[in-house]
């Protein structure tokens, strides 16, 4: 079946240290691989996304490959901020309509 | 606004009285499904649909209903909620089913504690 592990959390850094959150999946076919951040008290919002294998998603400074001999998906950002503290969630979508089947969720505090 | 809402944004209710957890959005999605998350578990999804008068279970439907009378409004009603229905609940829509390139929006959440 379709799965997805996430690192467990929390995850608490110093302001402009180095992030990375890892992913991993299990899937048949050929998914397309998502990073979702939620901010307390707000809902997911899409971070970046990768279709297929060697694709990079990246934004607002985050960065993601999409590994298929690894089946990875690691979230990576150079230098964190204070406003980057969140829940991350790792999701495939496993083809077809838009269902996406979520990680548990990593929590990232950052402090000054 | 682009926007999901929904309402209430936090309910206490009892065991066993019905109640309705309302979400619309303004964007003409025709796609729109309902998650809940658990600690540990991340999101799940209850119930999904394509478009008006077109809905699925998703994977955890059990206790759980849905319609889509309209396109912009898909309520999930709990006839007789139990205690392991207590979670935090989100609706989510997007343009099209096909996921790749239509992300989906999600409403701001509905936390739910059944007593």
């Known amino acids: 079946g379709n799965s997805v592990t996430q690192m467990e959390g929390p995850v608490t850094l110093s302001e402009e240290a180095f992030l990375t959150i890892n992913c991993t999946y299990t899937a048949t076919g050929y998914p397309s691989l998502f990073w979702y951040v939620q901010y307390p008290g707000e809902g997911l919002q899409l971070l970046l996304k990768?279709?297929?294998?060697?694709d990079k998603g990246s934004n607002k400074g985050f960065e993601a490959t999409y590994r298929k001999e690894t089946t990875s998906f690691h979230l990576e950002k150079g230098s964190v901020q204070v406003s980057d503290s969140a829940v991350y969630f790792c999701?495939?979508?496993?083809?077809?309509?838009?269902?996406?089947?979520f990680g548990a969720g990593t929590r990232l505090a950052v402090h000054p | 606004e682009a926007q999901v809402t929904q309402n209430p944004r936090y309910l206490i209710t009892v065991t066993g009285k019905k109640l309705t957890v309302t979400c619309s959005q303004n964007?003409?999605?025709?796609?729109m499904s309902w998650y809940r998350q658990d600690p540990g578990l991340g999101l799940r999804q209850i119930y999904y649909s394509m478009n008006v008068e077109v809905t699925d279970k998703g994977d955890v439907p059990e206790g759980y209903k849905v319609s889509r009378k309209e396109k912009r409004n898909f309520p999930l009603i709990l006839e007789s909620p139990s205690p392991n229905q207590t979670s935090l609940y989100f609706c989510?829509?997007?343009?099209?089913?096909?996921?790749?390139?239509?992300?989906?929006?999600f409403g701001n959440g509905t936390r739910l504690t059944v007593t």
């Open positions: 999701a495939l979508n496993p083809g077809g309509y838009n269902k996406l089947i």
């Open positions: 964007m003409n999605h025709e796609y």
């Open positions: 989510a829509s997007s343009f099209s089913r096909q996921g790749n390139n239509s992300p989906l929006h």
């Open positions: 990768a279709t297929k294998a060697d």
